[in-house]
C-alpha cells in the first residue's frame, strides 16, 4: 500500500527555523496536491499549508502565513514545508497528506497520510 513519510522534526528554540520533508513511497502523486497538517496535543487536527500538482497554488494557515512556505519538487517526488520564526504554539506532531480534489483545506480531501513528526518548540 501507498505510504508517506516525514522527516526533518525536531526541537528548537522559539524563532528558530526546521524544514519538514514528505517522500511518498509505493508510487509517485502525479496530479495531487499535497497538504501539511498537525495535530497538538489535546486538539484537534488542523490545516497548516497545500500546494497544487503544478506548484502554481498554494494555502496557509493564516497564524503561519509569512513563516511557513512549501513547496514541491515532481521530479524528486518530494514536498518541503520550511517553517521559520517558529512559536511553542507551532508545538505539534506535523503530518503531510496527498489529495486528489479539492478543497485543499479540508482534511477529509485527503486520501493518503504519512505516520508525522514531531516538532517540539521551546520558550
Known amino acids: 500500500q501507498v505510504h508517506l513519510v516525514e522527516s526533518g522534526g525536531g526541537w528548537v528554540q522559539a524563532g528558530d527555523s526546521l524544514r519538514l520533508s514528505c517522500a511518498p513511497s509505493?508510487?509517485?502523486?502525479?496530479?495531487?496536491?499535497m497538504g501539511w497538517f498537525r495535530q497538538a496535543p489535546g486538539k484537534e487536527r488542523e490545516f497548516v499549508a497545500a500546494?497544487?500538482?503544478?506548484?502554481?497554488?498554494?494555502y496557509y494557515l493564516d497564524s503561519v502565513k509569512g513563516r511557513f512556505t512549501i513547496s514541491r519538487d515532481n521530479a524528486k517526488n518530494t514536498v518541503t514545508l520550511q517553517m521559520d520564526s517558529l512559536k511553542p504554539e507551532d508545538t505539534a506532531v506535523y503530518y503531510c497528506?496527498?489529495?486528489?480534489?479539492?478543497?485543499?483545506?479540508?482534511?477529509?480531501?485527503?486520501?493518503?497520510w504519512g505516520q508525522g513528526t514531531q516538532v517540539t518548540v521551546s520558550s
Open positions: 500546494i497544487s500538482w503544478s506548484g502554481g497554488s498554494t
Open positions: 497528506a496527498a489529495a486528489s480534489s479539492g478543497p485543499f483545506t479540508v482534511p477529509g480531501r485527503y486520501n493518503y
Open positions: 509505493g508510487r509517485t502523486f502525479s496530479g495531487y496536491a
